[in-house]
């Protein structure tokens, strides 16, 4: 039986066996947001204004404004540039990127490999989409789905950059350099001409002005979109996305720091292939726009590499596993395990009138004269790892934060007595003073002292009565 899926996706159910083809996209993709409209307009701008101003009010009446050879033999060629240019950019904005069919689930039992997640080495899944994801594809935010092959989102085309478009967008970026070269070239040509007086008069005011404005409009443009287009040249030959060549770099400095062994970066067919692998294998069809071949779910190795390559790409640091959160079975208990009923969280209130008070104790806390019963507490002791009992609140210890369990507080007079026995117990530090004991003929005249006195406070009492 099958069952035809519209837009973009047909299946052949056998049974419970679903073969899953994906067809090439033919509808039409809705842009998204207003903004990503504007973007386009804007580019649109871009490429209708040097191209329509540079022969109306430049080439034309520098030819006086008659047709001739030479001047068909200048435009011509132009002009077909700017047709691929506009088709390509079209095809940019309008075609589907591809996105994972429903219900498709990778072979785990195959030898044609599936990408894995880092933490638990499982099929990757997308939770966002609520389905698996195939070896090269990303969830993109803007278009709210995964994306196969996804390059990156551009925003001058309001489309994501994936499988199925990205041999259009390699082309449109090719010949957006090859306009606006030819387009310098062709202005700067009747730039020379107005000193040598070849033609028929001086350029005008008008054609003057739009001179200038082409040179400002389109060299701008030739240089950012030149080096763009070096590195996405560059991905081509390597067969690497935008996303694909932040791994290599992370990749590449995880080795470089001596982190982990090098990773060969697996989709890497050669030149040759990988040029084929985007714009088909034909080279005289490269420049024309075409449909990639394949679904766009499993990608070929390079030569010698085997399936664990691909599972282990990208690469990770090591003892960068999370590890399972498990939520303890009483996060607030007493020490014999019951729940604590006057516990309650702190407010921020209390947290802001405590944090403008101002702390007058200059002693630690484990010094003798440090005021227990003062209610002024410096703003970093109301920390969220400490319980604080605050006066005026009935008593109550408020606990700053939501993990652990409840801290027995200690005695400061037992925290100084462990103080002082670990100062102490640093042999050579201090000096001890050990008394020698009393011998048989010695007196302790401190303890007589007293009685003396008393006897002769006694005595003076009787005189004076």
């Given at each position: ?9 047909s299946?052949?159910?056998h ?23 504007l ?21 034309w ?25 506009l ?8 075609t ?6 429903d219900g ?6 195959s ?11 499982g ?11 195939p070896?090269?594809?990303?969830h ?15 925003p001058?085309v ?7 478009n ?12 090859m306009c ?12 020379f ?6 033609y ?43 996303i ?23 989709y ?8 084929t692998?985007v714009?088909g ?10 449909t990639?071949?394949g ?45 604590n009923p006057d ?18 104790s ?25 319980d ?36 102490v ?7 001890v ?10 007196y ?11 006897e ?10």
């Amino acid at each position: 039986m099958t069952t035809s899926i519209p837009w973009q996706y047909s299946y052949t159910a056998h049974n419970t066996n679903l073969n899953l083809v994906v067809l090439p996209s033919t509808h039409m993709v809705p842009m998204n947001t207003f903004l990503g409209r504007l973007a386009v307009i804007f580019v649109l701008f871009l490429i209708l204004f040097p191209v329509l101003t540079s022969q109306i009010f430049i080439v034309w009446p520098w030819y006086g404004r008659r047709w001739t050879v030479e001047l068909i033999y200048l435009l011509l060629p132009f002009n077909v540039v700017s047709v691929m240019l506009l088709w390509n950019y079209y095809l940019c904005i309008f075609t589907d990127p591809g996105g994972v069919p429903d219900g498709w689930e990778p072979d785990i039992g195959s030898d044609e490999g599936y990408e894995v997640k880092k933490h638990n080495g499982g099929p990757r899944y997308c939770r966002t989409c609520e389905r698996y994801k195939p070896p090269r594809s990303h969830h993109c935010r803007q278009c709210n789905r995964c994306i196969l092959r996804m390059d990156h989102h551009c925003p001058w085309v309001n489309n994501c950059i994936g499988y199925f478009n990205h041999g259009h967008f390699i082309r449109f970026l090719f010949y957006v350099d090859m306009c606006c070269s030819y387009h310098l070239a062709m202005v700067t040509r009747r730039v020379f001409a107005f000193s040598g007086r070849y033609y028929f008069n001086e350029p005008s005011a008008t054609e003057l002005f739009f001179v200038i404005m082409n040179y400002v409009t389109v060299g701008p443009v030739l240089l950012t979109v030149g080096v763009f287009s070096l590195y996405h040249f560059h991905g081509l030959l390597a067969n690497t996305t935008t996303i694909e060549g932040w791994e290599k770099d992370k990749a590449a400095t995880l080795v470089r720091h001596g982190n982990i062994h090098e990773v060969k970066y697996p989709y890497d067919l050669g030149v040759w292939r990988n040029i084929t692998s985007v714009l088909g294998k034909n080279p005289l069809k490269w420049c024309c726009p075409s449909t990639p071949q394949g679904q766009g779910l499993k990608y070929q190795l390079s030569s010698g590499d085997s399936v664990e390559s691909q599972h282990s790409w990208p690469p990770r640091a090591p003892g960068t596993e999370k590890m399972p959160f498990k939520l303890p079975d009483s996060p607030w208990t007493y020490g014999n395990g019951n729940v604590n009923p006057d516990l309650r969280p702190s407010s921020s209130n209390t947290r802001k009138f405590y944090s403008r008070q101002a702390y007058t104790s200059a002693l630690p806390p484990y010094h003798p004269d440090f005021e227990e019963n003062s209610s002024l507490r410096p703003p970093q002791y109301l920390s969220s790892d400490l319980d604080t009992d605050l006066e005026g609140q009935g008593g109550v210890k408020l606990r700053h934060g939501s993990e652990g369990y409840e801290v027995r507080p200690l005695d400061r007079e037992e925290m100084l007595r462990r103080y002082i026995e670990t100062q102490v117990s640093e042999e050579g530090r201090y000096q001890v003073y050990e008394p020698d004991p009393l011998s048989d003929h010695e007196y302790d005249f401190d303890s007589l002292a007293p009685s003396m006195s008393n006897e002769r406070m006694d005595h003076y009492t009787l005189k004076t009565s």
